[in-house]
């Protein structure tokens, strides 16, 4: 399983998933389209889903156009408002893309719609993946929007917080430095938190992704992972 991270917009990120034998690819949250079928040309894979995490402009504005482009597309969510949808997703849903499973985990909290995918690869030494959306993100989490502050501790504290530690975190923005300068508010005398500030710094300075992190590393700074 390759990953490939795409930003795109302000801060968003787009991600390619490529199954390295069958050369299958699915799309996360797909907001500029051309630039995603630049990167499925250059590397000579069959792009043949979309798994959107919430219906929002900036995660989903890019499904009709890719569909009209690709006819025969799936554009897969748990949200009936995202655009483009074909098919429609519940919680606890596995998918499978050559050797990679998917498990689809409803995270309501920024929306009411929202969906995590959890992949993996059996007999697989590389660690799995969560694409979190504006669920989780690198030492925070997503405005709470839609839904109850109960729903959203059990989206990040229950749900994504009880994923194996090693599992990597790739989000739907680049908001690390500012979380992070939250997180520093909140446990000021945490070490791992003064610690990510200070590496995330040095990536902004060098205009580099924060993602992935991991989820062990997010239960050692990020505040909505430890209230628990």
């Known amino acids: 399983m ?20 069958t050369r299958e690819a699915v799309a ?21 889903t979309v798994l ?11 499904n009709a156009e890719l569909a009209r ?19 429609r997703l519940v919680h606890g849903e596995e998918l499978r893309f050559g050797a990679i499973h998917v498990r689809c985990l409803l995270t309501p909290g920024h929306t009411s719609g929202h969906m995590s995918y959890f992949l993996w ?7 799995p993946a969560v694409f979190s959306g504006d669920a989780l993100s690198v030492g925070g989490c997503g405005l709470r929007l839609e839904s109850t502050a109960q729903q959203m501790y059990q989206s990040l504290v229950e749900t994504l917080g009880t994923l194996p530690p090693e599992t990597k975190v790739f ?15 909140v446990e000021p005398g945490n070490d791992h938190v003064r610690a990510k500030l200070s590496w995330a710094k040095k990536r902004d300075e060098d205009d580099m992704p924060t993602v992935p992190s991991t989820l062990g590393e997010e239960l050692l700074y990020n505040p909505f992972l430890r209230v628990a």
Not at 5 to 17: A, F, H, S, T
Not at 52 to 62: E, F
């Open 28 to 48: 996360v949250d797909v907001a500029v389209p051309k630039r995603l079928l630049e990167i499925v040309g250059r590397e000579g894979v069959s792009l043949t």
């Open 171 to 185: 989000c739907g923005h680049e908001h690390t430095l500012g979380n992070l300068e939250f997180a520093q508010k």
């Open 69 to 87: 482009l690709r006819p025969g597309l799936a554009v897969l969510g748990a949200d009936e408002r995202i655009c483009a949808l074909t098919r």
């Open 121 to 127: 690869e059996e007999d697989c030494p590389d660690p």
């Open 2 to 21: 390759k990953v490939k991270v795409i930003p795109v917009l302000e801060d968003n990120y787009m991600y390619l998933v490529i199954e390295e034998h």
């Open 52 to 62: 959107t995490t919430h219906h929002h402009w900036d995660h989903a504005r890019g």
